[in-house]
């Protein structure tokens, strides 16, 4: 009459569901960002607080420091605000990215660049001797 399997399955989404909304408001927001139906949506996150924290370790970190911070403001004015002030929300979250982008853009230029500096030192040197 009733399939044990499925009946197992229901019991997963109830526990799965209790166990989601125990959790506090921020998780709930990390977790529909990070996981939605098994896959993970890293362009969904409308903060772009993880193009911030790679832009520290993966880029300049006095820019990407600054990424991070219009990212934490972000999210906090989305959450005190609940969608009242929705262009200060859109602004912060550009400028995170911008930033964001800046930091590991202005990295790889500085990695790129590093050898022609090296070069036209060595050539400098050579008429200095």
């Known amino acids: 009459m009733c ?4 009946n197992n399955q229901l019991t997963q989404v109830k526990v ?3 166990l989601l909304e125990e959790h506090s408001d921020v ?3 990390l977790h529909s960002v990070i996981c939605c139906n098994g896959q993970h949506n890293i362009c969904r996150d409308p903060d772009h607080r993880r193009l911030a924290i790679c832009s520290i370790i993966c ?3 006095c820019i990407g420091i600054v990424s991070l911070i219009y990212s934490v403001k972000s999210r906090e004015t989305r959450k005190t605000l609940q969608t009242q002030d929705n262009l200060k929300v859109k602004e912060y979250s550009r400028k995170a990215l911008k930033w964001g982008t800046a930091s590991i853009v202005a990295w790889v230029f500085l990695i790129c660049i590093f050898p022609f500096l090296l ?4 050539y400098i040197m050579t008429f200095i001797d």
């Open 27 to 29: 998780e709930k927001d």
């Open 3 to 6: 399939d044990p399997a499925s």
């Open 119 to 122: 070069g036209l030192l060595s």
């Open 16 to 18: 799965s569901d209790a």
């Open 59 to 61: 880029g300049l970190s």
